[in-house]
């Protein structure tokens, strides 16, 4: 059974600062998605990752998937307030997205 | 990316009454749709996977009979609560795709309160 491990699930910053958020998957796949919520809406696509070594960036997001080490990661560079959001991953399995429990972030002035 | 259009947005119904929730395919052909479910502070729920002429897969737990799923077109999954009580409160997100190993997209959501 895939299971989906998100870290940090709460992270309050400063503007300015730089994280990474961690997601980790325990069986094979080769497609993972991360995905931003803002409350009481449904989700946003950020990026699709689709195979090994895959960096895609847009804005101050930057998401990386390693399918030999079953990692993803979430990079925020100099983070600014309209970021805060609960940000996801989830990941291919036979079709259907396996979820991680989510990050919420909260990005304070 | 393609659009899913999910409706209502909100809905308020008394409990024992039935709620019937929408999700269309705006721009692509669905052929299947997926209906998740999501508490305050968690993840997302599966409920059931539907494709399109064909019966809903149900997760383990998921009353069938109380949530109907109908996937009678290629752009249109309807998601019906029957008999609805307070602790069908929740927040409903269906979500498309347009084949094996495409992206899904998501709809809008429903907040459904039963009051």
């Known amino acids: 059974e895939l299971k989906v491990e998100q870290n940090p699930l709460f992270l309050s910053m400063q503007e300015g600062k730089n994280y990474t958020i961690y997601c980790n998957y325990s069986?094979?796949?080769?497609?993972l998605y991360w995905y931003r919520q803002d409350p009481g809406k449904s989700l946003e696509s950020l990026f699709v990752?689709?195979?090994n070594g895959a960096v895609k960036q847009e804005g101050r997001l930057m998401a990386s998937l390693d399918t030999k080490a079953r990692l993803s990661t979430l990079h925020i560079t100099a983070a600014v307030h309209d970021l805060s959001a609960t940000y996801f991953c989830?990941?291919?399995?036979?079709?259907?997205?396996?979820w991680g429990a989510g990050t919420k972030l909260i990005i304070k002035p | 990316g393609a659009v899913v259009s999910q409706h209502p947005s909100r809905v308020i119904c008394k409990s024992g009454t039935s709620v019937k929730i929408e999700c269309r395919s705006l721009d692509f052909q669905a052929t299947t749709m997926f209906w998740y479910r999501q508490f305050p502070k968690q993840s997302l729920m599966l409920m059931a996977t539907?494709?399109?002429?064909?019966?809903?897969?149900?997760e383990q737990g998921v009353e069938k009979d109380k949530f109907l799923i109908n996937h009678a077109s290629l752009t249109l999954s309807t998601l019906t609560v029957t008999s609805a009580h307070p602790e069908d409160s929740s927040f409903y997100i269906c979500s498309a795709t347009g084949g094996v190993n495409t992206e899904a997209f998501f709809g809008q959501g429903t907040r459904l309160t039963v009051v």
């Open positions: 990752l689709l195979s």
């Open positions: 069986t094979t796949s080769d497609r």
């Open positions: 989830a990941v291919d399995s036979n079709y259907q997205l396996i």
């Open positions: 539907s494709n399109e002429g064909s019966k809903a897969t149900y």
